[in-house]
């Protein structure tokens, strides 16, 4: 029974390129969720989504951010002209609808 | 805005030593308390407290949550180099939104 899939489990960018990070919720679940944790701090929460539908986006950047979980395929989690400050470890967690959350291994981003 | 504070931030054991882990919190629309476990890659889930004062236990592992007060507190006995870990609190409030705290780096040295 497989977890919570993140793709990938690196990525590098240079400043100004587009990076594309994939979750895969465990099967079954219908709730995405996406938390950053920058190096030495905990993890912040970014945005909470449904199947097709972003149901609280709160806590991402209004500009360069994107998130979306389609009917079919992974939630993508979208970053446009990538920042030295976008390097962090993008963490997504699924569940049923209710706690608790199960979480990926991340993507860790780095921006050179 | 939602607060959780963790203490200490780092603790230093020995094998065999028991710990205590604190977590408070102030937070709006409180459903639950989670525990999680962090190991270099994914949060690991531990426990979910809803009730005051009704110990959850796993092993060697117990927390209590006291929603009067607002705080947690995670324990853990007989530690292992293997418990070596950050360990995460984290208050659920509406739409199972997860707060985390910065975590509790515990290392324990054989």
């Known amino acids: 029974n497989a977890g919570v899939m993140q793709n990938p489990r690196h990525l590098v960018r240079r400043r100004g390129q587009e990076a594309r990070l994939r979750c895969s919720p465990v099967?079954?679940?219908?709730?995405v969720y996406w938390y950053r944790q920058l190096p030495e701090e905990g993890l912040k929460f970014m945005v909470y989504l449904q199947k097709e539908n972003i149901i609280d986006e709160s806590g991402m950047p209004k500009e360069r951010f994107s998130a979306e979980f389609p009917k079919e395929g992974p939630s993508i989690l979208r970053i446009q002209q990538v920042v030295r400050g976008d390097s962090a470890a993008y963490f997504c967690?699924?569940?049923?609808?209710?706690?608790?959350?199960?979480f990926g291994n991340g993507t860790r981003l780095t921006v050179t | 805005e939602d607060k959780v504070v963790q203490s200490p931030l780092s603790l230093v054991v020995h094998e065999g030593d028991t710990v205590t882990l604190n977590c408070s919190y102030e937070?709006?629309?409180?459903?639950?308390l989670l525990w999680y476990k962090q190991e270099k890659k994914a949060p690991t889930f531990l426990f979910m407290l809803t009730s005051s004062g009704i110990e959850k236990k796993s092993g060697r592992l117990s927390s209590i949550l006291d929603k009067k007060e607002l705080f947690s507190i995670l324990n853990i006995t007989a530690t292992q180099t293997g418990d070596s870990a950050v360990y995460l609190c984290?208050?659920?409030?509406?739409?199972?939104?997860?707060?985390f705290g910065e975590g509790t780096q515990l290392t324990v040295n054989p």
């Open positions: 099967k079954g679940h219908s709730h």
């Open positions: 967690a699924s569940s049923p609808g209710k706690a608790p959350l199960h």
């Open positions: 984290a208050p659920e409030t509406s739409g199972s939104r997860l707060t």
């Open positions: 937070v709006t629309n409180f459903r639950s």
